[in-house]
């Protein structure tokens, strides 16, 4: 496989990854324990996991934008 190629697909399979990574803990989170949906009133656990979603939400972005900046790391 071409250099290039191989550099290329690294890249998104770490995008990948890393996209179901974050999607699966915040899921998890959110919908199995309940922390996602406010019932009578705002929760301590509600508040944790939304200050959490958007943080974690804020360094996700910044992980993609710093992957997808730096040049290809194609060996000669």
Known sequence: MEPEVRAYL??????????????LI???AGIQFDYAF?????????????IWFVVSFVFYIRYLIRL???PLNIPE
């Open 10 to 23: 690294v890249r998104i399979l770490n995008t990948i990854s890393v996209s179901v990574l974050w999607l």
């Open 38 to 50: 406010i019932h009578e009133a705002i929760s301590t656990g509600n508040i944790i996991f939304y």
């Open 26 to 28: 915040n899921t998890t």
């Open 68 to 70: 997808w900046s730096k």
